[in-house]
Structures are given as C-alpha cells and as structure tokens.
C-alpha cells in the first residue's frame, strides 16, 4: 500500500532554513507526481510546491525564491528545501502523491518564531 513519511520539521528562528523529506513506498515512485502542502491553525490546507515525474516544478506565489522542491528517484524521496523562513510559513506540512485519489502522509510540523 502507498505510504508517505514526511520528517524534518522542527522549531527554527525566522530566517532560518529546514529541509523537509518525504520517504515513499508502495507505488512506482519515479513515474508520480509529487506535491507538498501545508495547513496553519483555521486555515484551509495549500498547495505549496509540486514536481512532476519529469521534474518540472510549480510554487505558490508566497514561497517562490525561497523554497525548493526536489526528488531522488534512487531513494524514492521527495524534499522541500525551505529557506529565509518567516512566522506565516508556520504550518503542518504534509507530501502528497497526486494521483487517482490522492494519497496524503501524516505532516511534520514547522514552526517558525519572530
């Protein structure tokens, strides 16, 4: 079955820098499309970046040029490279597989202080 494993998260200073990983299994993972979301307290969840399998990249407006999206097809992993972080990225922050229904891991909290 698929499984998605998100790790990373932690408590950083505003400014600081995380790198989030997701571990996948269950599924071809070189041939999926990949995304990472996330959800702040009484906020809808977002979308905040998304590879295809090919490894092209789409990012909300509010991360573009400080976050990156990567995959390693060898370690069926995808990353979410965060950087001068701010207060308002403070989230869950969840991996998903796009395809058919969706498949969703359990989010790794991040939490960023002013």
């Known amino acids: 079955q698929v499984q998605l494993v998100e790790s990373g998260g932690g408590l950083v200073q505003a400014g600081g820098s995380l790198r989030l990983s997701c571990a996948a299994s269950?599924?071809?993972?070189?041939?999926?499309?990949m995304a990472w979301y996330r959800q702040a307290p009484g906020k809808q969840r977002e979308l905040v970046a998304q590879?295809?399998?090919?490894?092209?990249?789409n990012y909300a407006d509010s991360v573009k040029g400080r976050f990156a999206i990567s995959r390693d097809n060898a370690k069926n992993t995808v990353y979410l490279q965060m950087n001068s972080l701010k207060p308002e990225d403070t989230a869950v922050y969840y991996c998903k597989l796009t395809a058919g229904p969706g498949y969703w891991g359990q989010g790794t909290q991040v939490t960023v202080s002013s």
């Open positions: 269950g599924f071809i993972f070189s041939i999926a499309d």
């Open positions: 590879i295809t399998r090919g490894g092209s990249t």
